[in-house]
């Protein structure tokens, strides 16, 4: 065995594993359908065993929140509105922050459903525009 010293096999695994052929294998073997239905089995079992469920949730818990606190402090002291419109709907629902994804920075206070479908468009003003078009053109049949 080269590495016989447990941090030195460690250090090697990762250098390797790091390497941009090795990735891209590794990317081609998770892709292929036979081992994509593998793959899920596996995570469904793991994720079956309630520990590993606990360990999942902690972690993602753990980690949401990290992203939250950094995407607070860039947020600033701008406070979320009491029962206020939805600039995009006008409907009066429970607003949610939404961030410029490129840069995240807070733009504004959005209800979930128009900030889910800001997310499906791209957050781009071509592809809104593009939908617009078509509402307005209506469907050719």
């Not at 606990?54 to 402090?73: C, P």
């Given at each position: 065995m080269p590495h016989k010293n447990k941090e030195d096999?460690?250090?090697?695994?990762?250098?390797?594993?790091?390497?941009?052929?090795?990735?891209?294998?590794?990317?081609?073997?998770?892709?292929?359908?036979?081992?994509?239905?593998?793959?899920?089995?596996?995570?469904?079992?793991?994720?079956?065993?309630?520990?590993?469920?606990?360990?999942?949730?902690?972690?993602?818990?753990?980690?949401?929140?990290?992203?939250?606190?950094?995407?607070?402090?860039?947020l600033g002291t701008t406070p979320k509105p009491e029962n206020s419109r939805c600039p995009i709907c006008q409907q009066v629902k429970d607003l949610q922050w939404d961030h410029d994804p490129k840069t995240g920075l807070f733009r504004g206070w959005i209800c979930s459903l128009c900030n889910s479908g800001l997310g499906h468009f791209g957050d781009g003003p071509t592809i809104l525009s593009r939908a617009l078009d078509y509402l307005t053109q209506g469907r050719v049949t």
């Open positions: 096999r460690q250090q090697y695994n990762r250098e390797y594993n790091a390497r941009p052929e090795v990735k891209r294998r590794r990317v081609a073997r998770n892709e292929r359908p036979e081992n994509r239905l593998k793959i899920a089995r596996r995570n469904k079992a793991w994720y079956a065993v309630p520990c590993n469920r606990v360990k999942h949730d902690a972690y993602s818990a753990e980690h949401r929140y990290e992203w939250r606190d950094i995407q607070r402090s860039k």
